[in-house]
């Protein structure tokens, strides 16, 4: 497998780059492999390991498993830690953060009331649909027809939306309150 992984790794930037996985002729010039049945004993490897799948009018698509990344062990924040490069996990990204996919939509956040949870402008947080939450939970929440992201609290037997940034106000809604859904992950892209 370790040719295998990667030819993986050559395929997944490939689809990465062009959101389409190659034909045999060009994944046998891309991997430098030299026969159609090389190429063929690969993609059946492949498809046994669930990182590849065959569409019904037999083209190649991902997997299951084609879009799982390494999860390396943890990385000290403090001081430094001996360098272990020993065998790591698989993850995927949708995996770990989307219990129920059909009740999770990810929103791109706007403004900074919640940078002090850690919660910048611009990063996205998946948020999974319901109707409840509990307090302390990070939701989004519907105030006046108007959504928002805030710690559900209590306060004198009420809900209050609480902001983690001091320059911004706890909101007590004096009309409708609806909970929209709970964050329950955040993605955030360094450049």
Do not use: W
């Amino acid at each position: 497998m370790s040719n295998d992984r990667s030819y993986l790794d050559q395929l997944q930037d490939y689809y990465a780059q062009h959101r389409i996985l190659p034909s045999y002729a060009t994944m046998a010039g891309l991997l430098g492999l030299k026969s159609k049945s090389s190429v063929a004993a690969l993609v059946a490897r492949l498809k046994l390991q669930d990182f590849l799948e065959v569409t019904p009018d037999k083209r190649l698509k991902p997997g299951g498993r084609f879009f799982e990344r390494l999860l390396a062990d943890s990385v000290r924040a403090g001081f430094p830690s001996p360098a272990n490069d020993t065998q790591h996990d698989m993850l995927t990204i949708d995996e770990y953060l989307v219990e129920r996919p059909s009740q999770t939509v990810l929103v791109t956040v706007k403004g900074d009331s919640m940078i002090d949870a850690g919660i910048h402008p611009g990063d996205i947080v998946a948020v999974e649909k319901k109707q409840s939450a509990n307090v302390g939970d990070i939701v989004v929440a519907i105030v006046d027809n108007e959504f928002t992201l805030k710690y559900l609290e209590r306060e004198k037997g009420q809900f209050v939306l609480r902001p983690a940034n001091p320059a911004y106000p706890i909101i007590r809604p004096t009309g409708s309150l609806e909970i929209f859904g709970v964050v329950v992950g955040l993605v955030r892209k360094y450049k």
